[in-house]
């Protein structure tokens, strides 16, 4: 499996950018998908995850709102709009992948089975 993300970039306070990750060795229309970040000193945070349909998609508190997660199963490839950047977004953005069901919304980043290499996005004051 392997999931490539890109779309990163630099970008002054208030502008926006559009990460893309695209999968190959799954069912990527059986996979749940996320996207997580990481900044500098801090551990890896959950910032949003998308149902297998595209139905569902919930968002940290810290994004809800001027990010927006999307996905097209026919290109096997999961997207994260940011807009309204902030500088405190600046950080490596990951995508995830798990290829089972869970009950409850995954997470944590020991849900997912499969990352992506990361993409730098860095947000300017």
């Known amino acids: 499996v392997q999931l490539q993300a890109s779309g990163g970039g630099l970008v002054q306070a208030g502008g926006s950018l559009r990460l893309s990750c695209a999968a190959s060795?799954?069912?990527?229309?059986?996979?749940?998908m996320g996207w997580f970040r990481q900044a500098p000193g801090k551990e890896r945070e959950f910032v949003a995850v998308?149902?297998?349909?595209?139905?569902?998609?919930p968002y940290s508190d810290s994004v809800k709102g001027r990010f927006t997660i999307s996905r097209d199963n026919a290109k096997k490839t999961v997207y994260l709009q940011m807009d309204s950047l902030k500088p405190e977004d600046t950080a490596i953005y990951y995508c995830?992948?798990?290829?089972?069901?869970?009950?409850?919304?995954?997470?944590?980043?020991?849900?997912?089975?499969?990352w992506g290499q990361g993409t730098q996005v860095t947000v300017s004051s």
């Open positions: 995830a992948a798990r290829s089972t069901i869970l009950t409850h919304v995954p997470i944590q980043t020991n849900e997912y089975h499969y």
């Open positions: 060795g799954l069912t990527f229309s059986r996979a749940t």
């Open positions: 998308i149902s297998r349909s595209g139905t569902s998609t």
